[in-house]
């Protein structure tokens, strides 16, 4: 069978790079496929960067030839895999030996063996995956589909080329990649494949948790992130890798009382802030917004259940998990401080706050500002439409106060105009904790509207109250 992939492709770019390789393959007596996504995609008209080129031989010397081709200086390579990675106009470029990998039991490296092209598409993920397509000229469009994958696309069916449990054994991290192509694809996972993952769920702990992480993330990253959650939920992975999330599962009654499932809600704020962010990290912050709730749930007489302190107990926990996940320190900041103040906007939504608490949020929040009000949105998932439109009418008015005090004030990125070393001068102090209890003094009274966020309205404040500032920091004592 051929298919006239370089036809189907619509990336000129591709196709000009695609030609050119298959002529090197040739050239050199070196049968060369393109394979996996990049086919998968093309037949699916989906854009793609992507060009995974399989080769029956030495896949690190074929990626020298194609460098030198292409006057490409950078190659970098795992010679221990027989792959490389190539840099070339905007195209991520992987070359790869035909292989076979194998995971030992406790391994999170896998054993490679270099092998023929059938045997090397046998060992992929997903038949929508083992297609590959000749390039070289003489053989350009050979078109191989051992485990009708083809079909399965037009099927829209997720499913392993052999035996599921062997092929998520052998790599566990396929199955958190099922759960992901299923959801940015919108494609059903075939049942003999989804009883492989949750048969084969507790062998995920030898996955790192930073290829997790990368997963999690493109899950995050599709039109219906739900849809991965939910089926992490129902396989198993998701109570080993974040509990944390699991643990929001269920009702409880009490006297009658139910509280709502945090983990249904959960799922329908990651879903509602899809429609405010493309933003991956944002929608990680929802994911984890409510993980405090289980550890602060009480139910008082009279009130029913009440969550009290569970933002702080949520940022506290997601630092630990942030780490885990080998998370940017910066990115770590930014979710625990998204989930330490999603409770704030709502509390400041009402004619009789002052300016001041505006003020104390917009600086708490800084440029995450927007980001917190799109989180909060999101947030509101009640069936009860008089309910919605309250809550998001609350919100429109917290949003036009913070745009009304940040024009009179200039608060973003805010700190004392007066700074750190002409506080020495004038307090004839020298560098130490006391200057940053003068700064943080006087960045108070600014947030309280007592004194104009300017320069010289600040340094005459600081001369005027020069004694009555240390006074009143020496009480605090």
């Not at 947030?379 to 009304?404: A, G, H, L, P, Q």
């Amino acid at each position: 069978m051929k298919i006239d992939i370089i036809k189907l492709i619509n990336n000129n770019k591709l196709k000009e790079i695609i030609i050119e390789i298959g002529k090197i393959g040739e050239q050199n007596d070196m049968p060369v496929y393109i394979v996996g996504g990049v086919i998968r995609d093309t037949l699916l008209n989906r854009p793609t960067s992507d060009l995974d080129i399989l080769v029956v031989g030495d896949g690190i010397k074929f990626a020298d030839m194609i460098a030198k081709q292409f006057s490409i200086k950078t190659v970098i390579k795992y010679k221990k895999f027989g792959t490389a990675m190539i840099p070339l106009n905007g195209i991520n470029l992987e070359i790869t030996s035909a292989r076979k990998e194998v995971y030992k039991h406790d391994s999170r490296k896998p054993e490679i063996t270099y092998t023929e092209l059938n045997e090397d598409l046998r060992r992929r993920d997903f038949t929508i995956n083992s297609m590959a397509v000749d390039i070289r000229p003489s053989f350009l469009g050979d078109f191989y589909d051992p485990f009708d994958g083809i079909q399965d696309l037009k099927q829209k069916i997720i499913r392993t080329p052999l035996d599921a449990e062997t092929t998520f054994f052998d790599d566990p991290l396929r199955m958190l990649r099922a759960i992901r192509f299923s959801t940015q694809f919108n494609y059903n996972i075939d049942k003999n494949t989804f009883d492989g993952i949750i048969n084969t769920s507790k062998r995920i702990n030898i996955i790192s948790l930073e290829r997790i992480r990368d997963e999690l993330l493109k899950i995050l990253s599709s039109p219906k992130p739900s849809t991965g959650l939910l089926l992490m939920e129902q396989s198993g992975l998701m109570q080993i890798l974040f509990p944390e999330i699991s643990e929001l599962n269920g009702v409880e009654n009490k006297n009658g009382h139910f509280h709502k499932d945090v983990f249904k809600h959960t799922l329908e704020v990651v879903d509602n802030i899809t429609e405010y962010t493309n933003n991956p990290i944002l929608r990680l912050a929802a994911l984890f917004h409510d993980i405090g709730k289980p550890s602060t749930k009480y139910y008082r007489k009279g009130t029913g259940w009440t969550y009290y302190g569970h933002e702080d107990v949520g940022a506290k926990m997601f630092e630990s998990i942030g780490r885990k996940l080998k998370l940017s320190t910066k990115t770590i900041k930014y979710i625990v401080k998204l989930i330490k103040l999603h409770l704030r906007p709502i509390a400041i939504a009402s004619d009789t706050i002052t300016d001041s608490a505006v003020r104390r949020l917009m600086v708490e929040a800084d440029d995450d500002i927007d980001d917190l009000l799109s989180l909060c949105r999101a947030d509101i998932t009640s069936k009860n439409e008089y309910k919605v439109k309250s809550f998001m009418n609350n919100f429109n008015f917290v949003e036009k106060r913070i745009v009304d005090v940040e024009e009179r004030d200039k608060l973003r990125n805010f700190q004392s105009p007066v700074g750190g070393d002409e506080i020495m001068e004038i307090f004839n102090i020298t560098q130490g904790p006391l200057v940053g209890k003068i700064k943080s003094m006087i960045e108070s009274q600014i947030l309280d509207g007592k004194i104009k966020n300017e320069y010289d309205a600040t340094k005459s404040f600081i001369l005027k109250n020069k004694k009555s500032i240390i006074e009143k920091i020496k009480k605090k004592k």
